[in-house]
Nanobody
Framework: QVQLVESGGGLVQAGGSLRLSCAASGRTFESYRMAWFRQAPGKEREFVAG????????YYPASVKGRFTISRDNAKNTVYLQLNSLKAEDTAVYYCAATQRGLVFLNPQMYDYWGQGTQVTVSS
């Protein structure tokens, strides 16, 4: 099992940046494919970034590609999400998630472990 704890959220003006972190417990962090999702009030949970176990492959939807960057440091058991050029529509609770299944999935149901979430609010 793995436990995930996000940090780094906050209030930022449109055009600004934030860096989210997700610290994982356990000694097998490198065996998990990791992802970030977000959920705004009244909306479904949305995939925003994913990364392979070895840090070699990353995945983004069109809505954030070029603005968000996911990375991981397996030595520190941590995955990061750099948010740049933030927009009001990026406002949401951001969650990190982990799966040991064979791919980085867009479907949140394919992830077995979740953090508690961190709020990101972008003022326009």
């Amino acid at each position: 099992q793995v436990q995930l704890v996000e940090s780094g959220g906050g209030l930022v003006q449109a055009g600004g940046s934030l860096r989210l972190s997700c610290a994982a417990s356990g000694r097998t962090f490198e065996s998990y494919r990791m992802a970030w999702f977000r959920q705004a009030p009244g909306k479904e949970r949305e995939f925003v970034a994913g990364i392979s176990r070895s840090n070699s492959d990353t995945y983004y939807p069109a809505s954030v590609k070029g603005r968000f960057t996911i990375s991981r440091d397996n030595a520190k058991n941590t995955v990061y999400l750099q948010l740049n050029s933030l927009k009001a529509e990026d406002t949401a609770v951001y969650y990190c998630a982990a799966t040991q299944r064979g791919l980085v999935f867009l479907n949140p149901q394919m992830y077995d472990y979740w953090g508690q979430g961190t709020q990101v609010t972008v003022s326009s």
